[in-house]
């Protein structure tokens, strides 16, 4: 039987003496696209965030690729090499960095934090922007990008170093009915044979277009 990409045992967060996540339990097998689905502040975006190393946890663990997280305090950044190239996000703002072209902000992180050389970063940026649709705006700077293509960029920069585990924090709150079927359909083709997806959306149209399960959050545990 093939291991999951994401097993979450246990999970409790706190923040301010408030329970957040109540003891969550999930699997996420490799090539399914599983979206958390549940009314604003019920803890999606936590979920995602505590599985990507940014947020710490009170309880319970989280494995991607082989490679677990503890409870207690965010481990250094010293320790978290294996772990940062089996995870990526891309949040719902995008956050690009806005003095940096589209192609070097795929690049920065595969030339300074993995050690690609210059020319091995580049074709792996206009790779993924040919496949995304956007190899046309490469030079562009993020405020010359529409919503749609500012968010194929972030896509791009969190499959430049190959996640087995890509999560993607409402990424359809900025665009239009038209462009969510054609998101949906980007995503679904993003899974593969050794990568999952977890998605947090309050989008049920957007979920049921493009997930293969969908969980549904409630006062912090599975429902």
Not at 33 to 43: D, E, I, K, Q
Not at 103 to 123: I, M, P, Q, Y
Not at 193 to 216: G, M, P, Y
Request: proline share 5%.
């Amino acid at each position: 039987m093939t291991a999951p990409t994401l097993s979450i045992r246990g999970l409790r967060v706190e923040r301010g003496g408030r329970q957040i996540i109540s003891g969550v339990d999930l699997d996420v097998a490799p090539g399914e696209v599983c979206a958390l689905m549940g009314v604003s502040g019920v803890g999606k975006t936590t979920i995602l965030r505590v599985v990507a190393a940014l947020e710490p946890f009170s309880a319970g663990s989280v494995v991607v690729g082989g490679v677990r997280l503890e409870p207690g305090p965010l481990p250094p950044q010293s320790r978290l090499g294996r772990f940062r190239t089996n995870v990526e996000m891309v949040f719902q703002g995008h956050a690009l960095f806005e003095h940096l072209s589209a192609s070097d902000n795929v690049t920065l992180a595969l030339e300074h934090v993995l050690g690609w050389d210059g020319e091995r970063a580049r074709s792996r940026a206009v790779e993924l922007f040919e496949s995304l649709g956007v190899g046309h705006r490469a030079d562009a700077l993020p405020r010359d990008l529409s919503g749609g293509e500012a968010q194929r960029v972030a896509i791009a920069r969190a499959l430049a170093p190959d996640p087995v585990l890509l999560l993607l924090d409402e990424p359809t709150s900025a665009l239009d009915s038209a462009r969510r079927s054609a998101v949906a359909e980007m995503v679904r083709s993003l899974a593969g044979a050794r990568r999952a997806l977890l998605i947090s959306t309050h989008d049920e149209e957007f979920a049921q277009a493009c997930a293969h399960r969908v969980i549904r959050l409630d006062g912090g545990v599975i429902v």
